[in-house]
T-cell receptor, first 118, second 118 residues
Framework: DVKVTQSSRYLVKRTGEKVFLECVQD?????MFWYRQDPGLGLRLIYF???????EKGDIPEGYSVSREKKERFSLILESASTNQTSMYLC?????????????????FGPGTRLTVL | DAKTTQPNSMESNEEEPVHLPCNHS???????IHWYRQLPSQGPEYVIH???SNVNNRMASLAIAEDRKSSTLILHRATLRDAAVYYC???????????????????FGPGTRLSVLP
């Protein structure tokens, strides 16, 4: 059974704290993604990585950084948490290899981390 | 990527068919139509995808208009477990990237919240 796991389901932090959100996938996927989800706004891409040590900014990277030291692990870092970063954070992964005929490069999502910054 | 438009919410009775519409009038010739859904307290999961022809899988059917400017996700017999937010997403089958990778990040809009009544 394929799996994307996130380190915490719920997290409460204080303004100014450094926050680490961890994501691990066991499917040997090249690509990993971090999204945040807010009511009425859908999912928005923060950062993604297509290989170890590689990263690309998504639509809303401000206030965030990422780290991918190993293929299976992708970390999202809030250097100095603020209240407007209270949100649901979702990690996803997908293969980067071209899907063959009849195959599909779907994204697999983790269960999410609900972060509250006080 | 082209934009999609979906109703904010829909309601269905249990064991009845559900037709979830999606408009995408600016779709390009190489855009695939993807559907994901998000059950309560979970990350999104893949449902189905297609390009031109109608598609069926164990979860749902996808009916694509001849001009491809709209599509409909069909749940043949809704169950309570199908209550979720359904996302219709367009993505080029070969997105231009600066790296050799066929993984795809998706832009998730607000989607359609489907309620299933017992």
């Amino acid at each position: 059974d394929v799996k994307v796991t996130q380190s915490s389901r719920y997290l409460v932090k204080r303004t100014g704290e450094k926050v680490f959100l961890e994501c691990v996938q066991d499917m040997d996927h090249e690509n990993m993604f971090w999204y945040r989800q807010d009511p009425g706004l859908g999912l928005r891409l923060i950062y993604f990585s297509y290989d170890v040590k590689m990263k690309e900014k998504g639509d809303i990277p401000e206030g965030y950084s990422v780290s991918r030291e190993k293929k299976e692990r992708f970390s999202l870092i809030l250097e100095s948490a603020s209240t407007n970063q209270t949100s649901m954070y979702l990690c996803a992964s997908s293969t980067g290899r071209l899907a063959g005929v009849g195959s599909y490069n779907e994204q697999f999502f983790g269960p999410g981390t609900r972060l509250t910054v006080l | 990527d082209a934009k999609t438009t979906q109703p904010n919410s829909m309601e269905s009775n249990e064991e009845e068919p559900v037709h979830l519409p999606c408009n995408h009038s600016t779709i390009s010739g190489t855009d695939y139509i993807h559907w994901y859904r998000q059950l309560p307290s979970q990350g999104p999961e893949y449902v189905i995808h297609g390009l031109t022809s109608n598609v069926n899988n164990r979860m749902a059917s996808l009916a694509i208009a001849e001009d491809r400017k709209s599509s409909t996700l069909i749940l043949h017999r809704a169950t309570l477990r199908d209550a979720a937010v359904y996302y219709c997403i367009l993505r080029d089958v070969f997105p231009e990237t600066s790296y050799n990778n066929y993984g795809q990040n998706f832009v998730f809009g607000p989607g359609t919240r489907l309620s299933v009544l017992p």
